[in-house]
Nanobody, 122 residues
Framework: QVQLVESGGGLVQAGGSLRLSCAAS????????MGWFRQAPGKEREFVAA????????YYGDSVKGRFTISRDNAKNTVYLQMNSLKPEDTAVYYC???????????????WGQGTQVTVSS
């Protein structure tokens, strides 16, 4: 089992920035692809970003490309999501996930955090 705990969510004005963190514990972090997803009220959970185990490869959803950056520190078992130029439509619960496949599909991820709320005011 891998336990994931997100932090860093909050309320921010449009145009502002937030950095989310996801700390992993339990079973080894080694070899896992890490992803971020988000879910707004009444909508399906949406892929945001993914990063390979090495950190060399990253992949973003079209709606966040150029504004969000995913990174990881394997020594700290932590993955980050830097969110810049935030928009009201970025408002959602953000989830961290761990899996073995480098993918934007939810089914590719085996472990999920409990989520952290991000609210962007206009």
């Amino acid at each position: 089992q891998v336990q994931l705990v997100e932090s860093g969510g909050g309320l921010v004005q449009a145009g502002g920035s937030l950095r989310l963190s996801c700390a992993a514990s339990g079973r080894t972090f080694i070899g896992y692809v890490m992803g971020w997803f988000r879910q707004a009220p009444g909508k399906e959970r949406e892929f945001v970003a993914a990063i390979s185990w090495s950190g060399i490869s990253t992949y973003y959803g079209d709606s966040v490309k150029g504004r969000f950056t995913i990174s990881r520190d394997n020594a700290k078992n932590t993955v980050y999501l830097q969110m810049n130029s935030l928009k009201p439509e970025d408002t959602a619960v953000y989830y961290c996930a761990a899996g073995r496949a480098y993918s934007q599909r939810r089914s590719s991820y085996d472990y999920w955090g409990q989520g952290t709320q991000v609210t962007v005011s206009s």
